[in-house]
Every structure is written in structure tokens, then in C-alpha cells.
């Protein structure tokens, strides 16, 4: 039983190369999403945990809500919190947060486009 292409794409949000996984292409999927994943945990250290926070980062958040349930997370739980001192590499930790979204967003257009392919008109007879 294959997903709609619509469910894929949701699933390929929510967690970075869940998608793929979804369509049988685990080892894609396995590959983009540690990639989103190590790019996302990496802001985070960089900033200390406060690099995703939709209040202060209010453009940046608009990339980085694409990395999906990590970053909801991110925010939820880390972006509340007040930031004691400067942190030197925050504003690094927020490119690299906001490019793991941007980058999980060509992963969801890959997985959407091939759950999209896979359909009747691409299937062999025989």
C-alpha cells in the first residue's frame, strides 16, 4: 500500500528523510535526513540552545519551522528560555538552524515528486 503524495510530503516534513524512508528509499532517506539533522543539532550547540526562537529570530523562523518537528521543538522547549550572556556564535547557530529547514524543504520536494511519479502512468505492465 503506497501513501498519497500529500501524506509523504507531510511525513517528510515532520522528521527530515522520513519521507524517502516512507517510499522504500531508506538509505536516501537515512543519508538527507542525518544530514538535516547533524546541520540542525549543530545550530543548536552553536547557539546554545536559543538559536531557534520564533520571537527574537522572527524571519529566520520562517526557514527554520521547515526542518519541521525539531525546530517546533527547538522552540518550544529551548527558544522560551532568557539568554543569560552574549553568545558568540549565535548568529551562526541561526544560519545554520535556518539552512537545515531550507534544506529539508528540497528533501521534501524530492520525496513529494517521486511518491507523485510512482503513480499509475509510471508503472510497467507485465
Not at 528523510?17 to 536516501?28: C, D, E, F, S
Not at 538527507?32 to 540542525?40: H, R, V
Request: positive net charge; glycine residues 12%.
Amino acid at each position: 500500500m503506497s501513501l498519497p503524495a500529500p501524506l509523504i510530503a507531510l511525513a517528510a516534513w515532520a522528521v527530515p528523510g522520513l519521507g524517502h524512508v516512507l517510499l522504500g528509499r531508506t538509505a536516501k532517506g537515512l543519508y538527507m535526513g542525518g544530514l538535516i539533522l547533524t546541520a540542525f543539532a549543530i545550530g543548536l550547540a552553536l547557539g546554545q540552545g536559543l538559536s531557534v526562537a520564533s520571537a527574537k529570530f522572527p524571519y529566520h523562523w520562517w526557514g527554520q519551522v521547515c526542518a519541521g518537528a525539531p525546530a517546533l521543538l527547538a522552540n518550544r522547549f529551548l527558544g522560551v528560555r532568557p539568554q543569560p550572556d552574549t553568545i558568540d556564535r549565535l548568529e551562526l547557530g541561526v544560519v545554520f538552524t535556518t539552512v537545515a529547514g531550507i534544506l529539508n524543504v528540497v528533501a521534501i520536494v524530492d520525496a513529494y515528486t517521486i511518491a507523485r511519479t510512482r503513480g499509475p502512468a509510471t508503472r510497467k505492465s507485465g
